[in-house]
């Protein structure tokens, strides 16, 4: 059983680098069973909104991560692509799309807006791995992730082939 997830998880990871993820559809069964709902649904019920940036292949990569993680309460988490065409701030705590892509937003049940490093302790409780956003949230930890944070922040749309035109508008992933 592990090693047809392992194996069905290394195809899905290389199939994100090749393809749109908004695209890709999975090939095996376990893989299959966990992807019910869309990355980009908007349903208002989810008691946690994590805002993503769907044209990010790291992005991407953690988010379906996370969604097999609460596979199991699918209503617990609602993934936002903010990369979609019709993705409206005004419906996510008025988080424009400019601010989305600078640091990560997540809007918790209370309909707090959380960014950067807490926003991904806020998620990472959400699915299920509270104890690794305690960890990050620990003070002798949580300056090391703002530092790392903001080196990946700034650096995430050279890092995945997309250039600065994509802090505001909309972006596509730059062909060579």
């Not at 809007?107 to 960890?135: N, Q, S, T």
């Not at 080196?151 to 250039?163: M, S, V, Y």
């Not at 505001?168 to 730059?174: D, I, P, Q, V, Y």
């Amino acid at each position: 059983m592990f090693s047809t997830v392992r194996t069905c998880l290394a195809s899905r990871l290389s199939a994100l680098s090749a393809l749109n993820p908004a695209v890709v559809r999975p090939t095996c069964v376990p893989c299959r069973l966990h992807l019910h709902r869309s990355l980009s649904s908007e349903s208002s019920a989810a008691a946690v909104r994590v805002l993503y940036d769907g044209l990010c292949p790291i992005c991407v990569t953690e988010i379906r991560f996370l969604q097999f993680l609460q596979r199991k309460q699918p209503q617990k988490v609602d993934f936002v692509n903010i990369a979609l065409p019709g993705y409206d701030g005004g419906k996510y705590k008025d988080v424009s799309y400019e601010m989305a892509m600078e640091e990560m937003h997540v809007i918790d049940e209370k309909d707090e807006v959380y960014r950067g490093i807490p926003a991904f302790a806020v998620m990472y409780g959400a699915v299920g791995l509270g104890w690794l956003g305690r960890f990050m949230m620990w003070p002798g930890v949580r300056p090391f992730m703002d530092k790392s944070y903001i080196i990946f922040a700034r650096n995430r749309l050279k890092w995945t082939g997309r250039g600065e035109e994509c802090t505001s508008g909309r972006c596509e992933k730059k062909t060579p």
